[in-house]
């Protein structure tokens, strides 16, 4: 079974700053995808970027990019210019061959103005 | 257009009571999931749908769950006998196919309290 783990259950960034947030998984398969999603307090899940495994260049969706270390299995979303929006639960997924979805537990990410 | 629509938002049921709880896919989106969130936890795969087939059921807890979709777009997941311990959000998903390939839209969620 594969695992998702994010180590960081909160973090604050002063707006307009970057702000970095980690993730690792645990896979022996060699195919997969990868995702962030964000959750705001009306608990509908967006997603935010993804990254498919075979891609060696790193996944970036305007103010929002991603370190993809597939050796060593981490998967960091990096926020620039962080604005009050940005403010909620942030989810990193994982996604196999077999249509499974794996979430980690999440990091609340609070935008100080 | 709509989105991914959940009824209801909220339902509080008394344990050992009987529950359905509903989803509204985006029209034309075959595939459909089903997941539970419990407090300070991210979501937990429950079922995959693809069409009207239960293409992966093997998130579900145990025999109380039960999810169908039996004609390839509402969905409905039943839960009976219910527990406290099944006191959580129950989102749902829907995507045009396989979600490696098109963006997984969620839903709200219902809220489910078992007193």
């Known amino acids: 079974a594969q695992t998702v783990t994010q180590s960081q259950p909160e973090m604050s960034v002063q707006e307009a700053e970057t702000v970095t947030l980690s993730c690792t998984y645990d896979t022996s398969e060699s195919d997969y995808y990868l995702f962030w999603y964000k959750q705001p307090p009306s608990r509908q899940m967006i997603l935010v970027i993804r990254?498919?495994?075979?891609?060696?260049q790193n996944a970036t969706e305007n103010r929002f990019s991603v370190n993809f270390q597939k050796a060593a299995k981490s998967f960091s979303l990096k926020i620039s210019d962080s604005q009050l929006g940005d403010a909620a639960m942030y989810f990193c997924a994982f996604l196999n061959t077999g249509n499974q979805f794996y979430f980690g537990t999440g990091t609340s990410l609070t935008v100080i103005p | 257009g709509a989105g991914v629509s959940q009824t209801p938002s909220n339902k509080v049921t008394e344990k050992g009571k009987y529950v359905e709880l509903r989803c509204d896919p985006i029209s034309g989106h075959t595939a459909l999931y089903w997941y539970r969130q419990s407090l300070g936890q991210g979501p937990e795969f429950l079922i995959y749908f693809q069409g009207t087939g239960a293409a992966d059921d093997s998130g579900l807890p145990n025999d109380r769950f039960f999810a169908v979709r039996p004609e390839g777009s509402v969905s409905t997941l039943k839960i009976q006998r219910t527990e406290r311990g099944d006191s959580a959000v129950y989102l749902c998903?829907?995507?045009?196919?396989?979600?490696?390939?098109?963006?997984?839209?969620f839903g709200p969620g219902t809220r489910l309290t078992v007193t």
């Open positions: 990254q498919e495994a075979y891609k060696q």
């Open positions: 998903a829907s995507s045009l196919g396989p979600v490696f390939s098109y963006e997984q839209y």
